[in-house]
């Protein structure tokens, strides 16, 4: 039997993630991990493999894997491929007890599978409050849940930094972590400094819940864009956060949003909506079966601009 080996260290301090004791700055890709012919389930390992190679190809150099605990051949091809991973939990739909016993017994198993990739840099237990909608910030015992899930993923792995409550409402975070799909403009405006960066509201929700505020994490805007084309070349009946006509408008739009990130001080990385299109959400770069929209190599040279 054949293995591998791999050494890597993550790092928060002063409001930067290092990894390897190098500042890390994040250039991810959202990828919901689903296919036209297995839906949750990829048809082959190769097929694996091709999503890391599209997304490094257009200059990402890793991963939200959201809302999904992916295949471990697509760990095993990330670890290979050097590519970097947010390992997250799909997330219930309504907070109950019952919910809390199975996600926290199944979050552990996830955890302890996939612990030894060190291709992860991050856990995401909880994304946007999915489950504790709409009374987080007035029921103690939701607030308690998002301690507990940072708490316990902290004691099964005290290596990697835990994200309280990907999007907003965070409790206690080593990752501050923001969505936000508004136009460049108002980005600029909203990242300019650290204090306008947390007061912001750009889905009407606060960063931290009531009790909780930010204490110098690392910035990052972990969903935005969302551009989907209209016409033709859309490929698909669907939606998308914001609508562009043709490929030439895509990358002005996308250019702008991107450079908009790198140029924010508070900022340390980004993580662009989304890799694929999804069923009837066609905001992808690639389509459902994995065909560029646009030029990679365009797309590179905007990802790979300095920071």
Not at 220 to 237: C, D, N, Q, V, W
Not at 248 to 253: G, P, T
């Amino acid at each position: 039997m054949d293995s591998y080996f791999g050494m890597r260290k993550v790092e928060v301090k002063d409001g930067k993630v290092f990894l390897n004791d190098g500042l890390l700055y994040q250039r991810l890709v959202l990828d919901q991990g689903y296919f036209p012919e297995g839906i949750l389930t990829a048809p082959t390992d190769e097929d694996l493999r091709r999503d890391i190679e599209l997304a490094k190809e257009m200059g990402f150099n890793g991963a939200r894997k959201h809302q999904k605990v992916e295949d471990p051949r697509w760990l095993f091809w990330a670890d290979t491929l050097g590519f970097l991973v947010w390992g997250e939990m799909a997330n219930a739909y309504q907070y109950s007890p019952g919910y809390v016993r199975r996600i926290t017994a199944e979050w552990q198993e996830a955890v302890v599978r996939d612990y030894n990739h060190p291709c992860i840099v991050a856990w995401v237990p909880m994304n946007e409050s999915w489950g504790v909608v709409p009374n987080l910030a007035s029921d103690r015992s939701q607030t308690e849940h998002l301690l507990a899930l940072y708490h316990l993923t902290r004691s099964l792995d005290p290596t990697r930094p835990v994200v309280s409550n990907d999007g907003w409402e965070h409790a206690i975070t080593d990752l501050c972590n923001i969505h936000d799909y508004r136009d460049a403009e108002a980005l600029a405006k909203s990242y300019a400094t650290p204090e306008s960066a947390v007061a912001a509201e750009p889905a009407s929700k606060s960063i931290f819940v009531p009790g909780y505020a930010y204490r110098g994490e690392p910035i990052l805007i972990t969903e935005f864009g969302g551009i989907t084309f209209s016409g033709k070349e859309a490929g698909a009946e669907g939606w998308g956060y914001s609508t562009v006509a043709d490929t030439e408008e895509f990358l002005e739009r996308y250019g702008s949003l991107v450079e908009t990130l790198l140029r924010s001080c508070p900022v340390q990385g980004f993580c662009y909506t989304q890799l694929t299109d999804v069923e009837q959400e066609i905001n992808g770069l690639l389509t459902y079966d994995r065909k560029p929209k646009v030029d990679p190599g365009r797309v590179r040279e905007i990802n790979e601009k300095q920071v």
